[in-house]
């Protein structure tokens, strides 16, 4: 099962994978990235979905979102900026950025996780990418260097089906952009390390580090299905809404000198075995998730909680139970059958048979 991206909804997930167990057919490997990895890594070291669901409600959870604060550096004013300079500019990747100074909002130490607890019952792949330069590199021109390496978190089994493998971005289709066509892989990196990696999304948090080395977040290739077709026989991935052209397209192409929403068109077209329809996700789930806010008095971009916990509480409760029915009817469609795919302004056309 594929958990890509979510960012804040990553609740979702827990959802879409108890509606799997249920149906009779348990993933064996999770593939996650950015928020997608929060929820598989809860999966990975709970014993089972109600002990899940209780931790994706804890207190523990609500303290962590209510930590996440906006970097004193980051001005409304100049991220506004900033943000209106991507959005003219046409440039793929044109010069190294600053993943270490340039982001919005600093992410505690540590992230919430419980301990392992049994025996675990799925394994774990998570998306990341290494940097290939430092903060002295920053602001040269990129030329045609390559600027990430994409690199898979995984135990020895995924890295043994996954070598040999080139970068999915390796692909002449997705033009001259700043991923290393090499795809390489980590069994090192503990399983809770790798999930605070991949959720370093530029421009939200700054590039994490780790054994020597500075990490991006699983942003780079949100939509691993080439990945997943390589680990498993059997894939399922959700079908997912556009991206805004306002401020998320710009910051992919400034920085991975990557067209977002074409490959998520890639991603959505390409074969699956069971295709979770999720491409209403920010319309039903509007309120239920952090909301960022204006402050202009302080000159900050800030992230607002529930105004209690009893209400972050009911937020997690209809993430969960998104995910749980969209999932559910996946699984229960005919095999070969497409979903009728929920309109929106942002929606990509449906995806073609193979």
Same mark, same amino acid.
């Given at each position: ?33 950015? &928020?997608? *990895? ?7 070291? /709970? ?5 899940? %669901? ?45 993943? +270490? ?27 990341? &990418? %290494? ?16 600027? +990430? ?12 089906? /996954? ?5 999915? /971005? ?17 069994? *090192?990196?503990?399983?809770?390390? @790798? ?22 977040? &699983? ?12 680990? @498993? ?46 491409? =209403? ?26 105004? =209690? ?15 749980? #029915?969209?999932?559910? #009817? ?18 990509? #056309? ?5």
């Amino acid at each position: 099962m594929v958990m890509a991206g979510g960012g804040f909804r990553f609740g979702i997930y827990l959802g879409m994978y108890a509606a799997a167990r249920q149906a009779g057919c348990p993933p064996d490997l999770l593939l996650a990235s950015c &928020g997608g *990895s929060i929820a598989a890594t809860i999966i990975h070291q /709970l014993p089972d979905d109600a002990a899940r %669901r209780a931790w994706l409600t804890s207190r523990a959870m609500y303290r962590f979102w209510c930590e996440l604060r906006s970097a004193q550096h980051a001005g409304m004013v100049g991220t506004l900026l900033g943000a209106a300079r991507r959005k003219l500019s046409p440039a793929r990747a044109p010069v190294i950025p600053d993943l +270490f100074r340039d982001y919005l909002f600093e992410i505690p130490p540590a992230l919430p996780f419980p301990a392992v607890t049994g025996t675990p019952e799925v394994d774990v792949a998570i998306i990341g &990418g %290494r940097l290939l330069f430092g903060p002295g590199d920053v602001g040269q021109p990129r030329g045609q260097r390559k600027l +990430f390496a994409e690199t898979v978190f995984c135990g020895p089994r995924a890295a043994a089906l /996954l070598a040999g493998m080139d970068s999915p /971005l390796s692909d002449p289709r997705w033009g001259e952009h700043a991923v290393a066509d090499t795809l390489q892989t980590d069994s *090192s990196v503990p399983l809770t390390e @790798a999930a605070r990696l991949s959720i370093a999304d530029m421009v939200y948090f700054r590039c994490q580090h780790y054994a020597g080395h500075d990490y991006i977040g &699983g942003v780079l290739d949100l939509f691993p299905i080439e990945i997943a077709r390589r680990l @498993a026989g059997h894939v399922a991935i959700e079908y997912k809404e556009a991206f805004d052209q306002a401020f998320a397209i710009p910051a992919w192409r400034a920085v991975l000198g990557l067209d977002g929403n074409e490959r998520l068109r890639y991603a959505n077209s390409h074969p699956a075995d069971v295709r979770i329809d999720a491409s =209403d996700v920010s319309r039903v789930l509007a309120r239920q998730q952090m909301q960022k806010q204006l402050d202009w008095r302080r000159n900050r971009i800030r992230l607002v909680m529930p105004r =209690d916990y009893a209400t972050f509480v009911q937020h997690m409760n209809d993430q969960w139970q998104y995910g749980y #029915e969209r999932a559910m #009817e996946a699984y229960h469609r005919p095999p070969g059958a497409l979903p009728a795919f929920r309109r929106s302004s942002r929606h990509t #056309e449906p995806p073609r048979r193979a």
